[in-house]
């Protein structure tokens, strides 16, 4: 099979992304001190982690990323979104390997905390005694939801909703060993990115909450998702490494090896290419975008900076993070070589 090329090569190079992107990286004052509380609140409420985990929670700095995508927030709304993104990885760690009837326990659990924000109340098939993860929804969920507009909350549900129906379909190619096809995997990511919640949180950090007149516009929407593809197209780019070691085939740099008879260096460059476009196609909607009079124009020109400083932060972020090149992520930044990892001898292509 041609996927089996990245093998036989030592190294790749990193599309260059960052000189693409020329919005200004601005980092949020309360940015450090909140990521350090929040981190610490998501290690202390999983006691069962091991060290491998905790020492990959605190290299993650999922705090400072959201600090540089929400750089406005004030530092209690900042704290919540931050706490979300701590526990959007440990939803995504978790998850990974998951088989289909643990997904939707899983899925089952976080719902529950969000439609019974406070108290627990266990439906049919539910355990008596609340699972970690669900504990962990609604304490967060529990501080968004005093000061959140209703719109950002009914979004944030539906999105986050949508998200677990992606991770079921996702285990269910798992389960059955099948990679999908270029169209099936796209539609699914766009869910299983979890950026569809995080577009709900633009809103609780400004302290906006946009009409839905205004949500649903079509070209809110194509910034909406010109924003997700770009975030996500550009992690399939910078996890590939670490995923292909351990064999995960959720990924759009597998499918092109696999179904469009792509290397690894021309479907990194082919990524590359149309992470770009998501950049260009945002900026053009950008200038698309209707008005609706001062006060509501006033609140989509703050959240479409939001979606803005994602695209940015993102893209700095996965540098600093260890999640994807370890500690030679600034060396990585700079010269965009990445060696090979060797895969695990329990991989399945």
């Not at 124009?297 to 803005?308: F, R, S, T």
Request: aromatic share 10%; hydrophobic share 40%.
């Amino acid at each position: 099979m041609k996927l089996l090329e990245s093998r036989r090569v030592e190294h790749f190079v990193l599309p260059d992304l960052v000189s693409h992107c020329t919005f200004s990286l601005v980092y949020n004052p309360n940015g450090d001190a909140v990521a350090s509380e929040s981190v610490r609140w998501l290690d202390t409420n999983c006691p069962v982690l091991n060290e491998k985990r905790r020492k990959a929670l605190y290299g993650l700095q999922a705090g400072e990323l959201t600090a540089y995508c929400y750089n406005t927030a004030p530092a209690e709304r900042l704290r919540v979104v931050s706490d979300f993104m701590n526990y959007l990885f440990h939803l995504d760690n978790i998850s990974d390997g998951m088989m289909t009837k643990d997904t939707d326990a899983l899925s089952d659990a976080v719902m529950n905390a969000l439609w019974f924000s406070s108290y627990y109340s266990p439906t049919r098939g539910q355990p008596e005694e609340e699972i970690n993860a669900g504990k962990l929804a609604r304490d967060f969920w529990g501080r968004c939801i005093s000061d959140a507009g209703p719109g950002c909350q009914a979004r944030f549900k539906e999105t986050l909703g949508l998200f677990f129906e992606a991770v079921n379909i996702q285990a269910k190619a798992r389960d059955a060993d099948a990679i999908p096809d270029l169209e099936s995997y796209i539609d699914v990511r766009r869910d299983t990115s979890g950026c569809k919640p995080c577009w709900a949180l633009i809103e609780y950090a400004l302290g906006i909450d946009l009409p839905d007149y205004v949500a649903s516009d079509p070209v809110i929407m194509s910034l909406n998702q010109y924003t997700n593809d770009l975030v996500t197209w550009s992690n399939d780019i910078f996890s590939y490494n670490v995923e292909q070691a351990r064999g995960d085939t959720h990924n759009m740099i597998v499918i092109l090896m696999v179904y469009h008879g792509h290397s690894l260096q021309s479907a990194m460059d082919y990524v590359g290419d149309l992470c770009k476009q998501t950049i260009d196609g945002f900026n053009e909607n950008k200038k698309k975008i209707p008005s609706w009079g001062e006060e509501v124009d006033e609140m989509v020109k703050a959240y479409v900076q939001g979606l803005q400083d994602w695209i940015v932060g993102s893209l700095h972020w996965s540098f600093m993070t260890t999640r994807y090149f370890g500690a030679d992520g600034q060396q990585v930044k700079e010269k965009r070589h990445v060696k090979l990892l060797p895969v695990n001898e329990s991989a399945k292509w």
